[in-house]
């Protein structure tokens, strides 16, 4: 099975997957989420994990009274920015290696280096909400593209912004009926917004192309 198809079986099965969690394991769910998203933030190998579906269905069942809307916060908090925290040192310390290796899409390595050449440190904040450059952004920040003391400071301000973002429009939204009979319809919805930016970005250059010819 490849990654692709593995994150849609993960993105259609999502929500009965974490009821089942909650109702099977109860407090248990708290460290099962924040394992996924300290790993689809820490680890440059599992951009493929979900991320801000996660957090909608999460602050969907904090509304249904099923999990608590501050711990939910607190943990997916800490995980982001841990997550992060460990990916910038992984970039730094053997970032270099793993790109020799051929064991990392040099093409998403790429995409956040020109998020960073567009952004500067704001990148760190901004690729939260961008699947796959949200794993690789903080990889490439620790290959030397920013100092660790500005990291610090950028990373906690998009693990606080991303987290509270996302459970709460899952908090306010995702108990709607018409929201709950087409999760994973919406669940594709965050997905294809999450890489709006790359769209634009691409009929930007086309555009510039154009006019060129």
């Known amino acids: 099975m490849d990654l692709v198809t593995l994150a849609m079986d993960i993105l259609f099965s999502m929500d009965e997957s974490l009821l089942i969690i909650v109702q099977q394991y109860g407090y248990l769910t708290y460290p099962i989420i924040f394992a996924i998203v300290f790993l689809e933030t ?3 190998f599992a951009p493929f994990l979900p991320g801000d579906s996660l957090l909608f269905l999460a602050g969907a069942l904090a509304a249904a009274g099923a999990l608590d ?3 939910l916060f607190a943990a997916i908090a800490t995980a982001a920015i841990a ?3 460990c990916n910038y040192h992984i970039g730094k310390y053997a970032g ?6 051929g064991r990392i899409d040099k093409r998403y390595v790429l995409k956040a280096e020109g998020f960073f050449a567009r952004h500067g440190g704001k990148t760190i904040v901004l690729a ?4 796959f450059v949200r794993t690789f952004a903080p990889f490439v920040a620790g290959m030397g593209s920013m100092r660790y003391r500005s990291f610090v400071i950028y990373n906690i301000t ?3 912004a991303w987290s509270a973002a996302l459970l709460s429009l899952g908090y306010l939204f995702g108990n709607l ?3 709950k009979d087409h999760l994973s319809f919406l669940f594709i919805g965050i997905v294809l917004l999450s890489f709006a930016p790359f769209g634009a970005a691409f009929l930007k250059k086309a555009m510039r192309r154009k006019q060129r010819s």
């Open 42 to 44: 820490g680890l440059v």
């Open 69 to 71: 809307i501050l711990v």
């Open 83 to 85: 997550g992060d925290t």
């Open 96 to 101: 270099r290696r793993l790109l020799k290796s």
């Open 128 to 131: 939260r909400f961008i699947p």
């Open 158 to 160: 998009g693990g606080l």
């Open 177 to 179: 009926p018409i929201v």
